[in-house]
């Protein structure tokens, strides 16, 4: 079946520094590509996403990166701050479906004061 | 505005037991969903819904049934519980018109069966 790769797993940075999340997927059909920030004991929260007919996408320090031949959209976070510290998932929309998606495996990001 | 409500937070189940966890929405949205969220491997869909009096499978629909009498309200439904459904349960609401694509999500049930 369709899946969606994320790496890495867990993603230590220093406070100021950037970070960077990266995700494959199988599915050629997929055309939509958000990333969802879920915090401690909530649900996750739409943080950015992007389209297949745009290459990037940014919304102040976060930006999202897309390679549509190569199958991989990345999420790129500048100038980390502590409050950025939770686990962030990509997802992939399950062909051009507005709703259905495939779900990472998410990545636990520490931000080191 | 609530958005989405989830109850009960946590439950414990024996094995064999029945139970339904609630999910209600106040936005209107015509698509609802219930996910499971298991360490290591992000959500998987259980079943979802188009609009009222439609539901489908996910990818994990073992065990679990869901109904949609009303927009507001998505009930799941655990037959008989097992261990292996010990998970975080979310449920999710969105629309579903091109554009509107963002998903709503409560604050989870955390369901440990026995």
């Known amino acids: 079946g369709e899946n969606v790769e994320q790496h890495p797993s867990t993603l230590s940075v220093q406070e100021g520094d950037s970070a960077v999340i990266k995700c494959t997927y199988s599915?050629?059909?997929?055309?939509?590509f958000p990333w969802y920030k879920q915090e401690l004991g909530k649900g996750p929260q739409l943080i950015i996403d992007i389209r297949s007919n745009v290459g990037e996408k940014k919304d102040q320090r976060i930006a999202v990166t897309l390679n549509k031949t190569a199958k991989h959209f990345s999420l790129h976070i500048t100038e980390t701050q502590p409050e950025d510290s939770a686990v962030y998932f990509c997802a992939a929309s399950i062909g051009d479906s507005n709703y259905q998606l495939i779900w990472g495996a998410g990545t636990k990001l520490i931000i080191k004061p | 505005n609530a958005g989405v409500t989830q109850t009960p937070k946590f439950q414990v189940l024996k094995t064999g037991q029945s139970m339904t966890l609630q999910c209600a929405q106040d936005m209107n949205h015509e698509y609802m969903s219930w996910y499971r969220q298991d360490p290591g491997m992000g959500l998987r869909l259980i079943h979802y819904s188009v609009g009222a009096g439609i539901t489908d499978q996910g990818e994990v629909p073992n065990g679990y049934n869901v109904s949609r009498s009303t927009t507001e309200d998505f009930p799941l439904r655990l037959l008989s519980a097992a261990p292996s459904q010990t998970s975080v349960y979310f449920c999710a609401s969105g629309r579903t018109g091109t554009g509107n694509t963002e998903a709503f999500f409560g604050q989870g049930t955390r369901l440990t069966v026995v």
């Open positions: 599915d050629s059909a997929s055309n939509y």
